[in-house]
């Protein structure tokens, strides 16, 4: 049968992956070294922040198989997908639960990287936002899905060479290029200019109400005591 080929991946969500993926590995390399990293870490979280919330509205307003509609893993799509049924292109349905697993996990992250903090000089923030308590168990989390977040990652860098070597679908080439050799599918529509800037303008403005920008300034030190002149 002759193929043909299709815009798949719009702009915008081949830029997101990519930066996600140097964002991620630049949050594990300033987490893990600390010191003075630590600050590039948080600023890295937010960055992040901006991605995912990008992400979830372009994900409403994207072009066609950027929406999460087209690619929702179903029980009925789950189904068809293991008994070889399912002929679609773009996420697979157990594609689709790795992206969503991601997503959500790198969420929690985020979340809760805002209000921890790490016992020395770095606090996220939002931390006065919640009491201590609060912070330390939200500190705790953080620490314990980074755990969970490397697990999903090496099953999705393991299906992308399952399918590279077995199956021989390159997954990695379409998500750079943006367009794939494919069969009976139809071209990428939607997703344009208007939807980017409003996809944009969103996730600014959570990461400038996340940065702790809308808090109110902590008070004034109170003035040093004068020394009588004796």
């Given at each position: 049968m002759?193929?043909?080929?299709?815009?798949l991946w719009d702009l915008p969500t081949r830029l997101f992956h990519w930066?996600?993926?140097?964002?991620?590995?630049?949050?594990?390399?300033?987490?893990q070294l600390g010191g003075n990293l630590i600050d590039w870490h948080g600023k890295i979280g937010l960055?992040?922040?901006?991605l995912i919330v990008f992400r979830l509205v372009w994900g409403l307003i994207g072009s066609t198989y950027a929406r999460f509609t087209q690619f929702f893993p179903t029980p009925a799509r789950l189904r068809a997908y293991l008994r070889g049924e399912w002929h679609g292109v773009g996420h697979n349905p157990l594609g689709a639960l790795s992206v969503f697993g991601l997503i959500g996990l790198i969420g929690l992250?985020?979340?809760?990287?805002l209000f921890s903090n790490d016992d020395i000089s770095f606090v996220g923030p939002l931390f006065d936002l919640v009491s201590r308590d609060l912070s330390n168990q939200l500190t705790g989390l953080h620490k314990l899905s980074s755990n969970g977040l490397f697990v999903l990652i090496g099953l999705h860098v393991a299906a992308i060479a399952?399918?590279?070597?077995?199956?021989?679908?390159?997954?990695i080439k379409p998500m750079v290029v943006g367009w794939k050799e494919t069969v009976d599918a139809k071209e990428a529509t939607g997703g344009g200019v208007v939807a980017l800037l409003v996809a944009l303008m969103l996730a600014a403005a959570v990461v400038y109400a996340a940065s702790g920008a809308l808090l109110a300034p902590p008070p004034p030190a109170p003035p040093a005591a004068e020394t009588p002149n004796w």
């Open positions: 002759s193929t043909q080929r299709i815009r930066l996600l993926v140097l964002a991620i590995a630049a949050s594990v390399v300033s987490g960055f992040i922040l901006g992250q985020v979340v809760s990287g399952f399918y590279a070597h077995v199956k021989k679908d390159n997954l």
